[in-house]
């Protein structure tokens, strides 16, 4: 999830990563959105660019603002999703009245051939994540940024956040879906294993394999990308 450039040139990566171009700040470039588009469609010709990145909640847009139409096309032209920080912010400047969920439901609905992926699933704005996932078929949600840091004590740690894990393992039940729920972490702001371990504890062990893998190789279209092909 890069939003280092717009430049193509400037994204160069190991073999086997891949990236989302990112568009944090097209409201204040000095470029037109002509310009931008120009750059962001440029990268998601490459193979290896399998997506769009937005940033609302620092950025201060509303990914419904006409003006993003532009990069909605392309991700529509070139079959490739959006993804959008949703929820809280990394910092107290951070608006969140812009990175609600809610606000992708009329992105969603305005441009229902563009896939869209709810980053970090709004939390902690659970509850309304999961009317947006029912409702608008065309969003997906990953699972990153739910939990920080090193378990010290799994066992401790699974027994007072039974009811934050139990909350989202019934969310995800009533959503009945699994088909749209991505693996993610926030790394390196999380330890790996024990995210694993926090995922497998919220999804059934019968959706894991779509969870961890399936889901996003088919919503990323990584099949062709040189990757996973």
Known sequence: MS????????????????????????????????????????????????????????????????????????AEKYDKPVAVHTGLTATETGLLKYSHPFTLDEAAVNFRNVRFVMCHMGNPFLDEAVAVLEKNHNVSTDLSGLLEGKISDTERFFYEKYGYIRRLYDLFSYMGDYSRILFGTDWPLANLDDYINFVKAVIPRDKWDDVFYNNAVRIYGLQGNGIFS
């Open 3 to 74: 939003n280092r450039s717009l430049y193509p040139e400037e994204h160069r990566y190991p073999e086997f990563i891949s990236y989302c171009i990112g568009l944090d700040h097209f409201d204040d470039d000095k470029r037109s959105l002509r310009e931008q588009a120009e750059l962001v469609e440029a990268n998601l010709k490459r193979p290896r660019c399998v997506g769009i990145k937005l940033y609302p909640g620092y950025n201060r847009f509303y990914v419904y603002d006409d003006r993003l139409a532009p990069f909605y096309e392309l």
